[in-house]
């Protein structure tokens, strides 16, 4: 696969030769493939956050790189403008930076920014909207009348609009009821699939991310400790524990079988793998 | 980010005497060294006062590069009151120099040194205080010194109520500032380029998040805070009581003494 960004030997530190300096990123590198659903997993304060801000421009490399499409995106003023739309960025909570009088203006914010024509913007105005599932009439109400998981699904809509390539989401479904992370969750996926556009998410429900991404990353103590699939992640169970992160409780369950000595694989993480293991098991056919 | 940078009358927390002392001893304190500063006069008394200030420092271990840097901001208003001095003291003697509508004589020398010198160290004990003293201490000695005025009908305790919150909240709001910029800079707004009416527009999308996050935090304390029955100042008890030790009476002393010692040898002319 093709690689869309990459970090190399990226380091962070805040507050740089003051007492309370901290280095937040320590030689990180990072690598998003063109096309691919990805999750990046920490505890709170590993550094996630700080290392999606740098994957588009948000934040300056403090020493190493980050690549777009192969290319520095700190070569040229315009080289890092031209990342900020490419690499969407949603951050948590996005519902407290709506600020236009209308729905649509407001995600319309974006694509005037990129200096696209009124057509254009009008396009993907509505485009987006129904990508994250709003009614074509809340689009002339203002965004501040609307319900907590309406105004977040307008605060995504916004990003969407730019139609990234990549489009990075922080703990998109914080904060919602089980309703409204499955209906966000679909519209991220729809988005995936409509544009092939790279999908990174950073969570830190396991049971989430096990279900809807293709390739989990790591990241713990400021650095990237491991990567992979779901599974070979999961296998990884005492030292995702050690970290304050936990494994899905199916996996658990599992771990917790194989020590009592049943032989079977402590890999699994959802219901369909668990119930094909047990029925391997029992020398049943899989059905 | 720029914004974190900002020293706001920033708090090192320690365990020096000087951290332990009565935050109302700190106030009158930093008020009666400031008095002492404006009754100086000459070579000597500045002396006095430059040791005094070199001793809290040393005792307090601010470093004093962070002093220095909390300076920065108040450079200017330093160097422009150095050099009106400089220029507009007229002397008796021989001017030093003199060029095109400009004439410095020695008394002008001295007196710009003397008022650069003063403006730092007032500026330098304020700094003392607040870096050694919680906003929250602060305020509470605020409230305990100002409670005499309740007799004539001020609200002592709402205002340093107020204050506490006030304090309290510019820390989150500079973090919410940053967290909003970063968002619509993710959405492609430019905060730096254009002239002043692109830039003030700039700041709407800035602007109109922050004030409606603000009106909600302020809106969700006043519930937590009614939630918690609190009703104004009236037979309030506190955690922290204020009272005097013997180190604070000394400090008192101290300060008393300083301000008389100075004031005498400023009338006497050293």
Request: hydrophobic residues 45%; glycine residues 8%.
């Amino acid at each position: 696969m093709e690689p869309i960004i990459e970090t190399r030997r990226l380091s962070h530190i805040y507050s740089a030769g003051t007492p309370f300096e901290h280095g937040a990123l320590v030689d990180v590198d990072f690598t998003a493939y063109r096309g691919e659903y990805l999750g990046i997993i920490g505890h709170t304060g590993s550094g996630k956050s700080t290392l999606i801000q740098h994957l588009n421009g948000l934040l300056k490399p403090t020493s190493g790189q980050v690549l777009f499409e192969g290319k520095d995106i700190w070569e040229s003023k315009e080289r890092t403008r031209q990342t900020r739309f490419q690499v969407g960025l949603v951050f948590q909570y996005p519902e407290y930076q709506l600020f236009e009088e209308t729905v649509y203006k407001d995600i319309s914010f974006g694509p005037r920014n990129m200096g696209l024509d009124e057509g254009e913007i009008d396009r993907r105005v509505r485009q987006a909207a129904q990508f994250v599932g709003l009614k074509e009439e809340t689009l002339e109400k203002s965004p501040f009348e609307l319900s907590g998981g309406q105004k977040r699904r307008v605060a995504i809509a916004g990003v969407i609009a730019m139609e990234p390539s990549v489009l990075i989401l922080d703990e998109p479904t914080a904060g919602l009821d089980p309703v409204g992370v499955e209906s966000i969750l679909g519209n991220i996926h729809d988005y995936h699939q409509a544009k092939n556009a790279t999908i990174i998410i950073v969570s830190h429900s396991m049971e989430e991310m096990a279900r809807t991404v293709d390739r989990i990353v790591v990241v713990n103590d400021a650095k990237i400790p491991f990567s992979g699939t779901p599974r070979e992640v999961f296998a990884h169970g005492d030292e995702l524990e050690k970290m304050g992160l936990g494994v899905p409780a199916m996996t658990r369950v599992f771990h917790r079988l194989k020590g009592m000595g049943v032989d079977i694989d402590p890999s699994v993480y959802t219901i369909q793998q668990a119930r094909d293991a047990i029925l391997a098991k029992l020398g049943k056919a899989v059905v | 980010m720029a914004l974190k940078d900002i020293t706001l009358g920033q708090y090192f927390p320690g365990t020096t005497i000087i951290h332990r002392l009565d935050p109302r001893v700190k106030i009158i304190g930093t008020i009666a060294y400031i008095v002492a500063l404006f009754l100086a006069k000459w070579l000597v008394t500045y002396a006095i006062m430059l040791v005094v200030l070199a001793a809290l420092i040393a005792i307090s271990k601010i470093g004093v590069k962070s002093i220095l840097r909390g300076m920065k901001p108040i450079l200017i208003i330093v160097i422009i009151t150095g050099l009106l001095n400089l220029f507009y003291t007229p002397g008796q003697g021989e001017p030093l120099v003199s060029f095109w509508v400009f004439t410095i004589y020695p008394e002008g020398v001295w007196a710009a040194c003397a008022m650069v010198l003063r403006i730092a160290m007032l500026i330098t004990c304020t700094f003392l205080l607040t870096y050694t003293t919680s906003p929250i201490q602060l305020t509470d000695a605020l409230e305990r010194l100002m409670n005499p005025l309740k007799v004539i009908k001020v609200p002592v305790h709402e205002l340093s109520m107020m204050m506490s919150i006030a304090l309290r909240f510019i820390p989150t709001l500079i973090e919410e500032t940053d967290k909003i910029m970063s968002a619509q800079k993710a959405r492609g707004a430019d905060f730096d380029s254009g002239n002043l009416i692109q830039k003030a527009k700039a700041l709407v999308p800035l602007l109109v998040p922050l004030f409606i996050s603000a009106f909600r935090r302020a809106d969700e304390l006043a519930v937590a805070m009614e939630c918690r029955c609190y009703h104004g100042g009236e037979g309030r008890t506190r955690m922290r009581q204020l009272k005097l030790k013997g180190t604070d009476i000394a400090a008192l002393i101290l300060a008393v003494v300083l301000c008389v010692v100075i004031g005498v040898l400023g009338r006497y002319g050293f």
